[in-house]
C-alpha cells in the first residue's frame, strides 16, 4: 500500500475523537459514482457475504481511494493486514434488533486495535436500520455477545448515513444491526484491518498536544459510564499516548499520569 | 383466579444508590407470545424509570442488588460489563 499524502491523513482532533467515540463516521467520503456502482452490484449480488471483498468490481477502488486509504493509513499504517470482511445485508420489513455485542473475540493486547470500517452505499436514514453503536464502549472488556441482554443504553446512537459514508470503527465498540422499517433493504460493506506496525504517529500529529485537542480526550466522559466514567478516561489517556507515540503526554483525568507518576 | 405471568425489567444505574439515574434499561415481558416483538435494541432513548427507586414506586420489586466492585491490584483501570445492574420484577395478570 502505497504512503498518502498528508493532507489525507487524520487531524489530531479526528484522532482524539477516535480514541473518544472508537468511532469516526466520515460523511460522504465516497464520490457518488462509485456508491452508485456498488449500490447496483450489491442488490444484484448472489454471493456469499464474505466473498463481496472478492467478488465485487467496485469495492476494492474505493477502499483505494486516497481519501479512504489516508484514514485507513492513520489508523492501521501503510501495510494493515486484511482479517475478513462481508457484505451484511438487512431485508425490507425485517423488524427485529439484533443483539447488542462486540465483534470477534476478546481482544489481549493492550493498546493496539484493529478497526472495521462500515461501508453505506447508499443512503440509509434511521428508518432504515444503520448500525446502532455505544459511543466510548470501545475500551470494555466484554466477550463477543456476553452483553446480549442489554437493549437500551443512554447515548447509543444509530450511524444514520447519506450515500458514500464510512464509519471506521475500534474493534472493541458495542454495536448490532437495526430492524429495517423501509420496502427496502439496507446493506452495509464491512471490513476488518488489523495493523501492519505499531500505531504510533501514524497520523497527523500536529497539534496533539495542544489544550484544544487534549479537552477531547478529557471530556470524554459518557452519562452511560456513571461512576466509572473517571477510570474510562484514564484508558482514552493511555491509547492517546501511544497512537501519539509520545508516552510522557498527559491527557488524563485531574492529570492523575503525573500525580501517579504513572 | 387469574393467571399471572413474570415481567422482568432490568436497570443499569450510574452508581450503586438505588436513586442514581438510570443509565440503560431491558425489558423481557413474559406476557407476550413467541411471536411477539420484545423489547428491541435501540428502540428507546430514554430509561422507562429515572431510578429504581421510581420504579419502585410504580409497583416493581427488585429481586437483585449488584455487589460493589473490587479493584484488584493491576486492573483499578479496567472496565467491562455495566457494573450497577439492578433486576426488577413485577407479576401481570393475564386473565380473569
Given at each position: 500500500m502505497a504512503k498518502v499524502e498528508r493532507r489525507h491523513l487524520l487531524t489530531a482532533e479526528q484522532m482524539a475523537r477516535f480514541v473518544s467515540d472508537?468511532?469516526?463516521?466520515?460523511?460522504?467520503?465516497?464520490?457518488?459514482?462509485?456508491?452508485?456502482?456498488?449500490y447496483e452490484e450489491q442488490q444484484k449480488y448472489e454471493g456469499g457475504g464474505g466473498r463481496y471483498w472478492f467478488e465485487s468490481s467496485v469495492i476494492r477502488?474505493?477502499?483505494?481511494?486516497?481519501?479512504?486509504?489516508?484514514?485507513?493509513?492513520?489508523?492501521?499504517?501503510?501495510?494493515?493486514?486484511?482479517?475478513?470482511?462481508?457484505?451484511?445485508?438487512?431485508?425490507?420489513?425485517?423488524?427485529?434488533?439484533?443483539?447488542?455485542?462486540a465483534d470477534s473475540i476478546i481482544d489481549t493486547r493492550p493498546l493496539a486495535f484493529d478497526i472495521q470500517a462500515f461501508y453505506f452505499s447508499h443512503d440509509a436514514p434511521r428508518e432504515?436500520?444503520?448500525?446502532?453503536?455505544?459511543?466510548?464502549?470501545?475500551?470494555?472488556?466484554?466477550?463477543?455477545?456476553?452483553?446480549?441482554?442489554?437493549?437500551?443504553?443512554?447515548?447509543?446512537?444509530?450511524?444514520?448515513?447519506?450515500?458514500?459514508?464510512?464509519?471506521?470503527?475500534?474493534?472493541?465498540?458495542?454495536?448490532?444491526?437495526?430492524?429495517?422499517?423501509?420496502?427496502?433493504?439496507?446493506?452495509?460493506?464491512k471490513l476488518r484491518l488489523r495493523p501492519g506496525q505499531e500505531q504510533r504517529n501514524l497520523f497527523n500529529t500536529e497539534g496533539y498536544d495542544s489544550p484544544e485537542v487534549l479537552n477531547i480526550i478529557r471530556g470524554a466522559h459518557r452519562k452511560w459510564q456513571g461512576e466509572e466514567a473517571r477510570i474510562e478516561q484514564v484508558q482514552r489517556a493511555k491509547l492517546w499516548r501511544y497512537v501519539c507515540g509520545n508516552d510522557s503526554v498527559d491527557a488524563s483525568f485531574e492529570r492523575v499520569f503525573s500525580r501517579m507518576g504513572i | 383466579m387469574s393467571e399471572t405471568r413474570q415481567q422482568i425489567l432490568i436497570l443499569h444505574l450510574a452508581n450503586s444508590n438505588l436513586e442514581s439515574p438510570a443509565v440503560a434499561w431491558a425489558l423481557y415481558d413474559g406476557t407476550k407470545g413467541e411471536n411477539e416483538l420484545q423489547m428491541q435494541t435501540g428502540d428507546s432513548d430514554e430509561p422507562p424509570y429515572a431510578s429504581v427507586l421510581a420504579a419502585m414506586r410504580d409497583g416493581w420489586n427488585v429481586i437483585q442488588l449488584p455487589p460493589l466492585p473490587q479493584y484488584p491490584p493491576g486492573q483499578e483501570h479496567l472496565t467491562g460489563n455495566l457494573l450497577y445492574e439492578y433486576v426488577l420484577e413485577r407479576k401481570v395478570a393475564v386473565n380473569g
Open positions: 472508537g468511532f469516526l463516521k466520515l460523511d460522504e467520503i465516497v464520490p457518488k459514482e462509485y456508491n452508485d456502482a456498488a477502488e474505493i477502499f483505494e481511494l486516497p481519501q479512504v486509504k489516508g484514514i485507513i493509513q492513520s489508523l492501521v499504517g501503510e501495510n494493515p493486514g486484511y482479517d475478513h470482511s462481508f457484505l451484511h445485508i438487512v431485508r425490507a420489513r425485517h423488524l427485529r434488533g439484533q443483539d447488542y455485542h432504515m436500520g444503520p448500525t446502532l453503536v455505544l459511543p466510548g464502549s470501545h475500551l470494555r472488556r466484554i466477550s463477543n455477545g456476553s452483553i446480549a441482554r442489554y437493549k437500551n443504553i443512554l447515548g447509543q446512537q444509530q450511524l444514520v448515513s447519506k450515500a458514500g459514508t464510512i464509519a471506521f470503527m475500534h474493534h472493541g465498540i458495542w454495536h448490532c444491526a437495526q430492524p429495517n422499517f423501509t420496502d427496502r433493504t439496507r446493506y452495509v460493506f | -
